[in-house]
Nanobody
Framework: VQLQASGGGLVQPGGSLRLSCAASSGRRFRINVMGWYRQAPGKQRELVASIRTDESTNYADSVKGRFTLSRDNAKNTGYLQMNGLKPEDTAVYYC????????????????WGQGTLVTVSS
């Protein structure tokens, strides 16, 4: 499974961005949990938000009320809407997926997308 992340960029404080993470594969699969992590310079990677198959979500306290994670199961794509961005949101954002693959054998694996840089600065 390949995860393609997009949507990062430079935005002023208070602005908005939407990140997308599209999963693709030549084999049949299902995404159980999709998440976004971020890593700021000199800091450890941290979970920003995650969403399960039933669309229940979990958010880091630092982004609650500002970020919204959604998913389109038909497109195997997740969307992280980020509003009210702050300079402390500046980081490389990575999408992550816990995937159930049906072929060649039934197995569960975790995948990471490439990072996309979000810079919040005036």
């Amino acid at each position: 499974v390949q995860l393609q992340a997009s949507g990062g960029g430079l935005v002023q404080p208070g602005g908005s961005l939407r990140l997308s993470c599209a999963a693709s594969s030549g084999r049949r699969f299902r995404i159980n949990v999709m998440g976004w992590y971020r890593q700021a310079p000199g800091k450890q990677r941290e979970l920003v938000a995650s969403i399960r198959t039933d669309e229940s979500t979990n958010y880091a306290d630092s982004v609650k009320g500002r970020f919204t994670l959604s998913r389109d199961n038909a497109k195997n794509t997740g969307y992280l809407q980020m509003n009210g961005l702050k300079p402390e949101d500046t980081a490389v954002y990575y999408c992550n997926a816990d995937v159930l693959e049906y072929t060649p054998t039934l197995r569960r694996r975790e995948y990471w997308g490439q990072g996309t840089l979000v810079t919040v600065s005036s």
